[in-house]
């Protein structure tokens, strides 16, 4: 009995794992952290890594993308989807009825099942029910719109009703083109983060190793950009307590890292914290006018910076105290 032999497929299949916007996030990281100015002159060193990371960038742009689209609101082909559902369910009900009882009382028992949809079936039912109920009691009631003068139903109130219907059944074929384009797109969006992350774990990773040795904080810091981080999830912070110099919180002081654009103010307390990326950053604090800078800090991904600032109290420019001069009593 011969062995079967496998051939290895080329085509990398998407597993049943969702990729979401964490992973986005995550390429958009890489490609930020390697493109970045300050560190692109490295990334040119080793021209397959250079390669590579040009390969993901235009993949990110492809993914942003598909989420762009995938965001355009669903139209219903210039309708006001309510307004257009009570107009027509009016105008059906308004023919439908007096043809119900028409029906009836010369026993045509088709055309009275056609039309006997209540106001209320018409109003508060599915789109799709009110077009097709609408569209079949439209048909048959054209066949002998001839014998409907008597009751006030004439072949223009059938032309109006029906440029209704097929208003509605367009709008509605419009709206489900667009929610199998958005399928379309979902399934789209997950091949091609698959595909990106996949190349992230199966040729960046490896590639990077050329750095380790000649530009270790490079190495580093493209791993730490490389994890996956829960998006809204972090635990690197940058924790601040500022106080003044008789040891009391000092609340509404300004805290910012002006390279990150992040910012906050201390609390009654007098900490604040601030949700930081891993890397190398600077912070200030301010308070009254009076700014304190601090050095270079080190972020290390799931760890605390915890700094204590102490402004004197004659850097606020308190207001002289003068102590209230007790009255004299007077006996009476």
Same mark, same amino acid.
């Given at each position: 009995?011969?062995?079967?032999? %496998?051939?290895?497929? =080329?085509?990398?299949?998407?597993? &049943?794992?969702?990729?979401?916007?964490?992973?986005?996030?995550?390429?958009?990281?890489?490609?930020?952290?390697?493109?970045?100015?300050?560190?692109?002159?490295?990334?040119? $060193?080793?021209?397959?890594?250079?390669?590579?990371? =040009?390969?993901?960038?235009?993949?990110?742009?492809?993914?942003?993308?598909?989420?762009?689209?995938?965001?355009?609101?669903?139209?219903? @082909? !210039?309708?006001?989807?309510?307004?257009?559902?009570? +107009? $027509?369910?009016?105008?059906?009900?308004?023919?439908?009825?007096?043809? #119900?009882?028409?029906?009836?009382? #010369?026993?045509?028992?088709?055309?009275?099942?056609?039309?006997?949809?209540? #106001?209320?079936?018409?109003?508060?039912?599915?789109?799709? %029910?009110?077009?097709?109920?609408?569209?079949? +009691?439209?048909? +048959?009631?054209?066949?002998?719109?001839?014998?409907?003068?008597?009751? !006030?139903?004439?072949?223009?109130?059938?032309? @109006?009703?029906?440029?209704?219907?097929?208003?509605?059944?367009? +709008?509605?074929?419009?709206?489900?083109? @667009?929610?199998? !384009?958005?399928?379309?797109?979902?399934?789209?969006?997950?091949?091609?983060?698959?595909?990106?992350?996949?190349? *992230?774990?199966?040729?960046?990773?490896? $590639?990077?190793?050329?750095? /380790?040795?000649?530009?270790?904080?490079?190495?580093?810091?493209?791993?730490?950009?490389?994890?996956?981080?829960?998006?809204?999830? =972090?635990?690197? &912070?940058?924790?601040?307590?500022?106080?003044?110099?008789?040891?009391?919180?000092?609340?509404?002081?300004?805290?910012?890292?002006?390279?990150?654009?992040?910012?906050?103010?201390?609390?009654?307390?007098?900490? *604040?914290?601030?949700?930081?990326?891993?890397?190398?950053?600077? @912070?200030?604090?301010?308070?009254?006018? /009076?700014?304190?800078? =601090?050095?270079?800090?080190?972020?290390?991904?799931?760890?605390?910076?915890?700094?204590?600032?102490?402004?004197?109290?004659?850097? %606020?420019?308190?207001?002289?105290?003068?102590?209230?001069? &007790? &009255?004299?009593?007077?006996? /009476?």
């Amino acid at each position: 009995m011969s062995k079967k032999t %496998f051939t290895p497929s =080329t085509v990398k299949e998407t597993p &049943k794992t969702y990729y979401n916007a964490a992973h986005r996030d995550m390429i958009r990281r890489v490609v930020t952290f390697t493109f970045d100015p300050q560190n692109i002159a490295i990334t040119n $060193l080793v021209p397959e890594w250079k390669e590579a990371l =040009t390969v993901l960038r235009d993949k990110l742009f492809l993914i942003d993308d598909l989420f762009r689209q995938k965001a355009l609101p669903i139209t219903w @082909a !210039g309708l006001d989807k309510r307004k257009a559902k009570e +107009a $027509l369910a009016t105008e059906s009900f308004a023919i439908m009825a007096p043809v #119900n009882s028409w029906a009836l009382k #010369n026993r045509l028992a088709t055309l009275f099942e056609l039309t006997k949809a209540s #106001n209320s079936d018409l109003f508060y039912g599915k789109y799709s %029910f009110l077009v097709d109920t609408s569209k079949e +009691a439209y048909e +048959a009631i054209d066949a002998v719109i001839d014998e409907l003068e008597p009751i !006030g139903i004439t072949a223009a109130m059938l032309t @109006a009703w029906n440029t209704k219907i097929t208003a509605m059944e367009n +709008a509605l074929s419009l709206t489900g083109n @667009a929610r199998a !384009g958005r399928k379309t797109l979902n399934s789209q969006i997950q091949k091609e983060l698959y595909n990106a992350v996949f190349m *992230c774990i199966d040729q960046l990773d490896s $590639l990077s190793v050329a750095y /380790k040795a000649t530009h270790p904080t490079y190495f580093t810091d493209y791993h730490n950009n490389r994890k996956l981080q829960p998006l809204g999830t =972090t635990h690197t &912070k940058l924790r601040v307590f500022v106080t003044d110099d008789l040891h009391q919180p000092i609340y509404d002081a300004f805290v910012n890292i002006p390279e990150l654009g992040i910012s906050g103010i201390t609390t009654v307390s007098g900490d *604040c914290t601030l949700y930081v990326p891993y890397g190398v950053h600077e @912070a200030t604090v301010s308070y009254n006018g /009076k700014i304190v800078n =601090t050095g270079p800090m080190q972020f290390t991904k799931g760890h605390t910076v915890t700094k204590k600032y102490v402004f004197e109290t004659a850097q %606020f420019d308190l207001p002289e105290h003068k102590p209230e001069k &007790k &009255k004299a009593l007077v006996k /009476k």
